[in-house]
Each structure stands twice: as structure tokens, then as C-alpha cells.
């Protein structure tokens, strides 16, 4: 991380709520109490955001998607920079109900969604009856106020990134319910148990809330880089592992018609390749002249054939 305890310091990081307000669970993260404000320990909250961000950079390095949520007032702009500094889907304007639990539905909705959206980008949505039109358009106003940054999730987020978990409470009952982690930043009015990484910090300052937004988007964005380089390593080797197998086969390549898929490639039609030179053939000893003895001994093997055959009796 690039930040210091000094960064937080001066970010307002360690402001929590008034100590009638505070939840005896996060009693772990206080540091005390002062002048009727509980204060947060930044050492906790420099850890907590530390682990979480590793968790999400290794999450993002695998290919995994993370929803960030924020529907507070001081949250909103602040997720939608996030989201789009790193491609990742957000919720930003209002968290819809069973937008988890119900996520079937909300496909549905979102292919509807892009439907009229398609229809208004090739000005089919013009042409229809002005009526209809008007209705449309006002449907598709209500989608983007719900839909706005969840266009592209396809399917359940790998994990939640919540700002305000006691404001967003039904998105962390939701992911609870499908054991899907949550990353979140609890103040000191809020349970850190109900979160799987929590982050200590104030929740409502937007200095505060934008140090520690900035630092999970660096980490978001280490992870977009790992995941790329991973990709690019593994396009490298399939290449050639591709040519490695290309020249296995050609060089195993059998003799005669090959016939693939019902084609016959005669070896003329197949690439060629290198012949293999053959030893030259040894040369064979001339035949020794012939002497007296295998003369007579021919001579004796020779066939009688000038002899009269004898009479038979």
C-alpha cells in the first residue's frame, strides 16, 4: 500500500460515533473513548485494509468478479469512479431486494434492460407509436436508476465490497445467506463479526471514505494486471504447445493416402519433409578365380546327361 498511519490520521480515518451509539462488538477496534467519541485504533485499520485488499487482488488476479455497494449519499460518486476505474459492477443508486437471493429475476431484468437500450441505439425505439415510445422511455429510466452499474454481471458476484455495512444490511444478510464473502467498512456503530473482512474506519467523512476507496482500487487494478499477465502466459503456451504438436505430427506422419474426416490426402498434397539418406550399400567381394580342385569337383557335380539311360529289364 502507499499510504501511511499518517495518511489516515489526516483523512479523519479514526472519527468514529458517539459512544451512546457504539456496538459493544467492535470494542476490538476502539482505541477508546474521547470526549463522549469513540475512537478508532488506526493500527486495526491499516491491517484490516491490508488484508482485505490482498484478498481482493488475489480474487480479481483469478478471474472473479466483486460487486461494490454504496447507496449513501457521500458513497455514491465515489463507487461509480471505483467501478469504472476497474470494470467491475456496482451498485451505486438504490440496492435492490433479492438482488442475491432473487438473482435470476434480476437477469431477466437486465436483458430487458439491454434490449431497450439496443432498441434505442438503432432507432428502432423511434418508430414506434409515441404512446409506447413514452412508456418505454420511462421504464428504461427506472432501470437505470437500478441497473446502472450491474450490466455486465452475468452471474453471483465472487465477493461484496460494502461501504456502511448497518446502511447496506439486507446486501450483507443477502451474501450471508449465499456464503458469498464480504469486504466492508465498519464504524463503530456496526458488528464487524457480520463481515468476513472488515475495514475500521469512519463511514460517513468522504475524506475518509475516499483514502480507503483509492486503496482498494489500487489493489483492484493489481490484480486486472496479474490476471492479464496470466492470460498472456497462458496464450503463449498453448502457441506452442499447438507447434509442438504440429511437428510431432508431421514427423509421424505415416506413409500412403492419409484420409481425414471422409478426405484422402494423397503424400502429394501432404507438406513435405526432409528425407532421411540412406547408407550407401557395401561393396561385394569380386568372385575368386576358380582353381584345379573346384574345377574337378564342378566337373564331378555336373549332371550325366550325355549317358544313354539303361535299358529297363
Request: with cysteine; hydrophobic share 35%.
Amino acid at each position: 500500500m502507499n499510504i501511511t498511519l499518517k495518511d489516515l490520521l489526516d483523512a479523519g480515518v479514526h472519527f468514529g460515533h458517539q459512544r451512546k451509539r457504539w456496538n459493544p462488538k467492535s470494542r476490538n477496534f476502539v482505541y477508546g473513548h474521547l470526549h463522549g467519541v469513540s475512537v478508532i485504533d488506526l493500527e486495526k485499520s491499516y491491517a484490516g485494509l491490508e488484508k482485505a485488499g490482498r484478498f481482493l487482488e488475489d480474487l480479481v488476479a483469478d478471474g472473479k468478479q466483486v460487486l461494490l455497494v454504496g447507496t449513501k449519499r457521500q458513497a455514491q460518486e465515489l463507487v461509480r469512479e471505483a467501478g469504472q476505474a476497474t470494470g467491475m459492477p456496482f451498485c451505486a443508486n438504490r440496492w435492490l431486494g433479492g438482488g442475491l437471493t432473487n438473482f435470476q429475476t434480476i437477469k431477466r431484468s437486465l436483458a430487458k434492460y439491454k434490449k431497450y437500450k439496443a432498441m434505442d441505439e438503432d432507432g428502432s425505439l423511434a418508430k414506434m407509436p409515441k404512446k409506447e415510445e413514452a412508456a418505454v422511455r420511462r421504464e428504461m429510466a427506472r432501470m437505470h436508476r437500478n441497473f446502472e452499474g450491474m450490466q455486465g454481471l452475468a452471474e453471483l458476484p465472487s465477493a461484496l465490497f460494502v461501504i456502511d455495512i448497518k446502511h447496506e444490511e439486507i446486501a450483507v444478510a443477502e451474501a450471508r445467506r449465499l456464503n458469498i464473502p464480504v469486504v466492508g467498512i465498519v464504524d463503530t456503530n456496526a458488528d464487524p463479526t457480520l463481515v468476513d473482512y472488515p475495514i475500521p474506519a469512519n463511514d460517513d467523512a468522504v475524506k475518509s471514505l475516499r483514502i480507503v476507496m483509492d486503496t482498494a482500487v489500487e489493489f483492484l487494478q493489481n490484480g486486472l494486471s496479474q490476471r492479464e499477465s496470466r492470460n498472456a502466459s497462458k496464450a503463449i503456451s498453448a502457441a506452442a504447445r499447438e507447434r509442438i504438436e504440429e511437428s510431432a505430427a508431421v514427423e509421424n506422419e505415416p506413409e500412403g493416402d492419409v484420409t481425414i474426416e471422409g478426405e484422402s490426402l494423397s503424400p502429394e498434397s501432404r507438406p513435405a519433409r526432409k528425407e532421411a539418406v540412406e547408407p550407401a550399400p557395401e561393396s561385394t567381394p569380386a568372385p575368386a578365380a576358380p582353381t584345379e580342385d573346384s574345377a574337378e569337383s564342378a566337373e564331378n557335380e555336373k549332371p550325366d546327361t550325355d549317358r544313354p539311360a539303361e535299358d529297363k529289364q
